[in-house]
């Protein structure tokens, strides 16, 4: 079983940034693939990015292409998700995900066996 913490969220003026981060604990991290999601109000979680387990490949919703970036340290067990020029429509919740298993599609939450506790994420405009 693995553990999944998130921090780094809060209130932000459009236009701004934050990061997130995501700790794992009780399992091997390198074996896990990482994933981003996000919920808002009265909507279905959504894929944010993902994350491979050892190389690092990313791959982002087009929604936040470009101005998203997932990254990694396997060393410290730790997931990231930097956030760039916010607007109001990436106001939600934000999770952390992770599955050992190998699938073809890496954007359903199907996919993805353990979760964190979410972190707010405002962005005011």
């Known amino acids: 079983q693995v553990q999944l913490v998130e921090s780094g969220g809060g209130l932000v003026q459009a236009g701004g940034s934050l990061r997130l981060s995501c700790a794992a604990s009780?399992?091997?991290?390198?074996?896990?693939?990482m994933g981003w999601f996000r919920q808002a109000p009265g909507k279905e979680r959504e894929f944010v990015a993902t994350?491979?387990?050892?190389?690092?490949?990313?791959y982002y919703a087009d929604s936040v292409k470009g101005r998203f970036t997932v990254s990694r340290d396997n060393a410290k067990n730790t997931v990231y998700l930097q956030m760039n020029s916010l607007n109001p429509e990436d106001t939600a919740i934000y999770y952390c995900?992770?599955?050992?298993?190998?699938?073809?599609?890496?954007?359903?939450?199907?996919?993805?066996?353990?979760w964190g506790q979410g972190t707010q994420v405002t962005v005011s405009s």
């Open positions: 995900a992770a599955t050992v298993r190998y699938v073809v599609d890496t954007t359903h939450t199907r996919n993805y066996d353990y």
């Open positions: 009780g399992g091997t991290f390198s074996s896990y693939r």
């Open positions: 994350i491979s387990r050892s190389s690092g490949t990313p």
